[in-house]
DNA sequence: CACTACATTGCGGATTGGTT
DNA sequence: AACCAATCCGCAATGTAGTG
């Protein structure tokens, strides 16, 4: 239980000394006089029982216990700031709406969807934006971290329960070397690719596209083509 | 030794908060 | 509402240590 002695004054004083390595400035900056804040320190110091800085004609600096409490009330304080802030946006009814997307959808079609949403909602709402693979953006979603994803259609497993609209179909492009049989080739539909030994990144511990070199195996067996998939380097 | 920069102490008025 | 103790904080004076 925190000492009931122990006031907002008295940490907020305690991380500007340190923020400062003064008295002087740290009363400058709070516009409080210098012999305040020495007694607010002191007083900080009784509480506690133990002293928090080392004076010096210098100016202070923390002790091991000043350090200690240091690490915890500067990330305190800043919650509590933090807290305060949100209680002031939502008393400002500010609304964010927080989309995961990938990468491409990130930089193509985002901006646009953005534009026109605000455009139709007509009002001071933010757009807070993710982008990371689908597995995390969706693990994302399912914990209310997320409002809505934009992604690539992925295993049934990972969508299931959540509600999803097919919003467009993505082109994809084959690159291959040149002088390769298949290049130049035009148009290269699928039944044309032949027998040709096919390449197609397979998911590691580092890649979760495992769906997406599943299809594609998938598709390509469903055509009578060769398709091995293989880590790329 | 004078000056400068810093912290500490004592005092007192104003404010706050709990109790009746 | 009144009382009172605790708290807050400023002013003035003082102490300490480094520097030229």
Partial sequence: MLNARIKLRHL??????ARQRSFA????RLAITQPGMSKTIKELEEILGTALFERTSRGVALTQAGLTLLRHAGPAIRALEEGVSALGEA????????VGALSTVESRLLPEAIRRWQQAEADEAGVNVVTGPSAFLLSRL???ELDLVVGRMTEAREIRDLAFEHLYYE????????GHPLAGVEPLEPPGWGTSPGCCHRPGPHCASRSTASACVTRCA???VSWRPCRCR
């Fill in 171 to 178: 082109r994809l492009v084959l690159v291959v070397r040149s």
């Fill in 91 to 98: 008393h400002a009814a500010v609304r964010w709406l927080r």
């Fill in 142 to 144: 399912r914990r209310g």
């Fill in 12 to 17: 907020q004083a305690f991380l500007e000394v």
């Fill in 222 to 224: 469903c055509r009578g």
């Fill in 25 to 28: 400035r740290a009363a400058e």
